[in-house]
């Protein structure tokens, strides 16, 4: 299974830090934070990453180079200025992605979970992944979140309505049937194809219940990055 991380992101909440440096590079614990995935993802068994890419893209290229240093090969998907949006970007990135289920991640996430299970049980059962849906890793509300954005049925995503609800960890596996009508080269928000998949009853999910920052503040890059050093 290949993977994709998402980078291609302005960091507006990051300002300044991201002003001269892609949120992606931004570092805790000593290293970036796309490396941080890409050492997972290299123990977990990928080899085939794409990387999209758009704010001060040529410093992640430059970065990052064709991945040999961590066992990987890493493609780029080059998007405009202003980016394409996450269905935007991966719909463009599909010739480089295949015709397989394929693994993504934000690239502006911290997660422990192990890439490599999450992504074998749900290429092993049909039910997790259906051909034109998505299974998501879901994890409990942070508190700059607290209404979540769906439920859980058994495995099943369904529309939050006043009970549990939970939060998309920006980690998922897709499978490219479900962004063949996205149109090349515009900009498209991921979450109107969710509810349509679960509409269509197609959209999976499993509740994960290990560390999981959204590093999407510097307060919260700052604190992290405490966390991993004293660990």
């Keep these: ?19 001269h440096t892609p949120k992606p590079l931004l570092q805790a614990g000593g290293k970036p934070l796309i490396v941080w995935h890409l050492e997972k993802l290299a123990a977990a068994g990928f080899r085939e990453i794409v990387i999209n890419h758009a704010h001060l893209g040529a410093h992640i290229e430059a970065a990052l180079g064709d991945g040999a240093k961590w066992g990987l090969t890493i493609n780029y998907s080059p998007e405009p200025p202003g980016a394409l949006e996450t269905a935007g970007g991966i719909a463009r990135a599909l010739p480089l992605l295949g015709d ?30 259906p051909d034109t849906g998505a299974r998501l890793l879901l994890v409990s509300n942070p508190a700059h979140h607290t209404a979540g954005d769906f439920a859980l049925a058994g495995d099943r995503v369904i529309p939050a309505s006043g009970g549990q609800t939970f939060t998309y960890a920006g980690i998922g596996v897709f499978s490219p049937a ?26 999976a999910g499993e509740h994960y219940t290990g560390r999981w920052v959204d590093v999407g503040t510097p307060q919260r890059l700052a604190e992290l990055d405490q966390e991993l050093k004293t660990a």
């Design 1 to 19: 299974m290949k993977a994709m991380i998402l980078a291609a992101g302005r960091g507006e909440r990051m300002r300044p830090l991201t002003d």
């Design 100 to 129: 397989a289920p394929f693994l993504v991640v934000n690239g502006d996430v911290f997660c422990d979970v192990d890439f490599g299970q999450f992504s074998r049980s749900t290429a092993e059962n049909e039910q997790k992944c």
């Design 178 to 203: 479900m962004f063949a009508h996205v149109p090349v080269g515009q900009p498209m928000k991921l979450r109107p194809l969710l509810d349509a998949a679960i509409a269509a009853g197609t959209l």
